[in-house]
Every structure is written in structure tokens, then in C-alpha cells.
């Protein structure tokens, strides 16, 4: 008796044992979405170059921009590039009064450069060819390059070239009136950019490096684009700073004042 209860026990064992082997496995499939990011680009709101004074001989004057930093969270690998453009160095002097008595003229805008870039220092000069109130008075200018405009009626403001615009307050102008504005630019073809090591704020610097030291070039009011840092296929993930260097050559005998240059960095 003991030994047919022994057989069974066993045979239950063997049944149990073999239906726990006989359970199917459950499978649960779990997924994580990251969604694709941006690439952007900031850079330091304003830089100065280090101030000098007027002089008979060439210059240079040094600075930097403190920060570009360009930011990849894509996720996609394709890699990137910083570029920078500028605009021409230029400053526009206050209006002189050559001829009669009216201070009612003021010349306003950015000058772009353009008519100085082989004459730096020049002078925009507007002149009454007939007489009487704004909206009726006559007359004439030139640029900085000696082309002269004739007939051209008065009115609140009137564009010129280059950017500059001449405004006639409410006055009676009289033949002969005539008031001028220097205008002076340093080109941006004098204007080095040295870009420094790329530091990793997030991410590796493996495929990320600086760009070549070099002056800007071109022909137009802005530059050529000249490339800060890049990032290779498959890498540039994360987030990178660099500080780049600025020299820019002064001519001698320049007007004094503010020379002011507008540059663009952007990525892609």
C-alpha cells in the first residue's frame, strides 16, 4: 500500500512538474519616443574693439565677442555650421552749416559703406536751388563719390543713398542754403576674425572643430560668410561655446566717433 501511495505521489510530481514547463512566456513591449529637438545658435548681445585715437598712421584695433554657442538637440547626427557675416565699419559725423542761417537739416540713417570702401572719409552735401518752404524749395546733392542729383524737392525726409536720408524742418530755405555730413568707414575686408577652440558645454568634441583664421571678404554692404565652427556627420550632439577674436584694421586720418558694424551669426 505504502509503495503504490510512494508511485502515485510521484506520478503527480511528474504531471505537475511537466505542466508548469508546458506555460507559454508573456511578452510586453515597452517604447520610449524622443522627439526630435532644435538646432540653435546664440552669440553675446553687443562687443566692443578697443577704442584708439585719430592718427596719421594705420591701426589696429582688438576685442572679441564673448560668446557663440550653438545648441543641437535634433538628434539626427547630420552635423552643423556656425557662420558669420558683418557689415562695413561706418560712422556718420553731425551736419555742418556751410551756407546761410537755417539749422533746420539733419542727415539720418546707417550709412552702408559702400561709397567709401576706396575713399573711406566723405561727405554727403545738400544745397538749395530754389528758394522758399518745405515741400516747394529745390534742391541738389551729392554723395560721397561726387555723383551729384539735381532737382529734387524738399519734403520732412528725403532718401538720398547709402542709407542716409536728408530731413528739412518747417522754415523758408533760400538759394544757396547748404549744410554737409562727413561720413567715414572701416571695411569689413580689414576685419580679421580668429576663431578660438570650440569648449563642450554638453556633449563630445570628437568631429567638432574651429574654422581658419581670416579676414572677411566681399563686395556687397555685408560680408562673405566666414565659418566660426562646424560639427562632422554623426556628431556635434549637445551644446558648444567658443569666444572668437576680432582685429580690425582703422585707416589713418579718420573721422573721430562711433564706428558701428552690425554682425550675423547663424547656423545650419
Known amino acids: 500500500m505504502k509503495k503504490i501511495s510512494a508511485l502515485i505521489l510521484i506520478l503527480s510530481l511528474f504531471s505537475l512538474t511537466g505542466a508548469l514547463k508546458i506555460i507559454k512566456a508573456a511578452t510586453t513591449s515597452i517604447d520610449l519616443t524622443m522627439g526630435v529637438g ?18 596719421t598712421s ?5 576685442g572679441s565677442i564673448a560668446n557663440v554657442s550653438v545648441a543641437d538637440t535634433r538628434g539626427s547626427g547630420v552635423g ?20 546761410g542761417v537755417n539749422n533746420t537739416v539733419n542727415f539720418t540713417g546707417t550709412y552702408d559703406g559702400l ?4 575713399d573711406p572719409n ?9 528758394g522758399g518752404s518745405v515741400g516747394t524749395a529745390v534742391f541738389k546733392w551729392t554723395d ?7 532737382n529734387v524737392t524738399t519734403s520732412a525726409s528725403v532718401v538720398l543713398s547709402n542709407g542716409i536720408s536728408v ?28 576663431p578660438s577652440s ?57 573721422l573721430s566717433g562711433t564706428f558701428n558694424a552690425d554682425a550675423t551669426i547663424t547656423v545650419s
Do not use: C, R
Request: hydrophobic share 35%; proline share 2%.
Open 144 to 150: 560721397p563719390a561726387s555723383n551729384e542729383t539735381t
Open 198 to 254: 570650440v569648449t563642450a558645454f554638453s556633449g563630445s568634441l570628437t568631429g567638432v572643430s574651429a574654422g581658419s583664421t581670416e579676414y572677411l571678404g566681399g563686395s556687397a554692404s555685408t560680408s562673405d560668410a566666414k565659418t566660426l565652427m562646424t560639427a562632422g556627420t554623426n556628431y556635434g550632439f549637445g551644446d558648444y561655446d567658443q569666444a572668437p577674436s576680432l582685429n580690425l584694421g582703422v585707416h589713418a586720418n579718420s
Open 115 to 118: 561709397d567709401g570702401v576706396l
Open 38 to 55: 532644435t538646432l540653435s545658435v546664440g552669440s553675446s548681445v553687443s562687443a566692443s574693439l578697443s577704442g584708439l585715437t585719430v592718427a
Open 167 to 194: 530731413t528739412f524742418a518747417s522754415a523758408t530755405y533760400v538759394v544757396a542754403d547748404k549744410w554737409s555730413a562727413g561720413v567715414d568707414v572701416f571695411p569689413y575686408t580689414e576685419f580679421q576674425v580668429v
Open 80 to 99: 552643423w555650421s556656425v557662420v558669420m557675416t558683418s557689415q562695413h565699419f561706418t560712422t556718420t559725423s553731425t551736419v555742418k552749416t556751410l551756407s
Open 58 to 62: 594705420a591701426a589696429t584695433s582688438t
Open 122 to 130: 566723405g561727405t554727403f552735401q545738400v544745397e538749395i536751388t530754389t
